[in-house]
């Protein structure tokens, strides 16, 4: 069993998260805290690596502070030990990255893993969904850790390049990096402007195809359709354990094409991507210009097609709206399935608020700004309101004067 990311409150019994404990311990202040979560969900990266960053904890005393709040956690000297890269192997270099963690020894069904934040719950459910095994954490420093994943995954993350990154392989836990849990269809809220494309969609699931095999999905940014294609990926994901499929979206296509140094690793890439039963293949609109792309977008389309594989692609464009779209992919996709998704009303932004906020509320005045406030999608109303729980998690009060600080960054 793994540990949670929650320790439990002896006076209240509430469950008592790391940042919760950052805040009370007085290691760090309040608006520091604030402007640290702020920089992680701009740019990315562990709040650890970020606290070290900025110089408001050294690498020792965030590892004391770790281990005075959980005294059951252990520390582990990377630079004394020899690690097992057959260990190293149970976790994918993406994640090591992502994450700050190593696996150092594999004994049975037990994997010692060495963390940078052993206490993270985000990171030790995708931990959990990469193997099998039982998690036994410790706690080491961000440079050491850093250091060991350097050394231990150079070898092999050339091949994980190609095969990790881009989407689910054949064993079912084994996500792609891309796919969200939550995008599922029980959390697709429809109406007149998304149903079809959302039963089209489920049809293709549910049916492995005997309905519409292509399927190709346009529509403003922020309107749900990353939602819908990896609500595919999820129910596969969930129900079926043979049928494999790939998602990736256009942005990280491009990015991997440029990192090949040569035509065969690019000819390898390719071969993953027609290796499968079903491609999901997201923003085809940011391709427009990279006409390199193009050529082996289609090269990897016209042999899906050719073998009767499943096929659905988004767009923020129509195919009319892309003059300069490879010809052979516009002849191609005009044997698809064409469906577009307008833009959300006012009711429809309201019932998906609803989902977004979940368990937790926020003030009816402030929820109703959102809905009806222009220039904002489904994409940033969700950014939006997570942004809000986070000022709220941290004891601030959500009234006008912080939203339209909020909707500042979101609004021209």
């Known amino acids: 069993m793994i540990r949670k990311e929650a320790k439990v409150d002896e006076k209240t019994g509430a469950k008592v998260t790391f940042i919760d404990l950052l805040e009370r311990s007085g290691v760090i202040t309040k608006e520091a805290l604030k402007n640290v979560l702020t920089e992680q969900w701009e740019r990315g990266g562990t709040l650890e690596e970020i606290l070290v960053e900025k110089g408001f904890l050294n690498e020792e ?47 049975g069904k037990s994997l010692a893993v060495v963390m940078a934040n ?3 719950k985000e990171m030790l459910l995708e931990v959990k969904n990469v193997t099998d095994l039982k998690i036994r954490p410790f706690i080491s420093t961000v440079s050491e850790i850093k250091g060991a994943i350097d050394r231990y995954y150079v070898e092999v993350s050339e091949e994980e390049q190609i095969r990790e990154p881009f989407g689910a392989e054949r064993v079912k836990k084994e996500i792609g990096v891309l ?44 309107t749900g359709k990353t939602h819908l294609l990896q609500a595919i990926a999820n129910y596969i ?54 006409d390199f792309a193009q050529e082996y ?24 709206d892309m003059p300069t779209m490879n010809k052979k992919i516009r002849s191609l ?14 009711d429809l932004k309201r019932e998906v608020v609803k989902n977004f906020i979940g368990e937790g509320t926020l003030p009816a005045g402030v929820v109703d700004q959102l809905v009806r406030k222009g220039g904002l999608n489904l994409k940033k109303i969700e950014t939006i309101i997570k942004e809000l729980q986070t000022y709220q998690r941290l004891g601030e009060k959500i ?9 500042n960054a979101f609004i021209d």
């Open 61 to 107: 005393q965030l590892v004391k502070f770790i281990l005075d709040s959980f005294p059951m956690l252990h520390y582990v000297s990377l630079r004394d030990i020899d690690i097992d890269p057959e260990a190293v192997e149970h976790i994918p270099a993406r994640i090591a990255r992502k994450y700050l963690l190593i696996p150092i020894r594999k004994k």
């Open 333 to 346: 996709l005009n044997g698809f399935m064409s469906i577009g998704i307008e833009e959300p009303s006012v």
């Open 237 to 290: 994901l969930e129900n079926e354990a043979l049928r494999r499929f790939i998602y990736i979206d256009a942005f990280k296509f491009v990015a991997s094409l440029k990192g090949f140094k040569t035509e065969r690793e690019i000819e390898r890439y390719l071969g993953v991507l027609t290796d499968t039963d079903i491609l999901l293949f997201d923003d085809l609109d940011f391709l427009i210009g990279k």
């Open 297 to 320: 977008l289609f090269t990897v389309l016209s042999d899906l097609v050719l073998r009767d594989k499943q096929v659905v692609l988004s767009s923020a464009l129509p195919l009319k």
């Open 399 to 407: 009234d006008d004067t912080l939203l339209n600080k909020v909707l």
């Open 179 to 222: 796919i969200v849990k939550d995008k599922t269809f029980d959390t697709y809220v429809t109406n007149d402007s998304n149903k079809h494309a959302f039963l089209l969609c489920k049809d293709l699931s549910e049916t492995r195809g005997v309905g519409e095999k292509r399927i190709f999905i346009y529509g403003p940014d922020g």
């Open 118 to 120: 052993p206490v993270n």
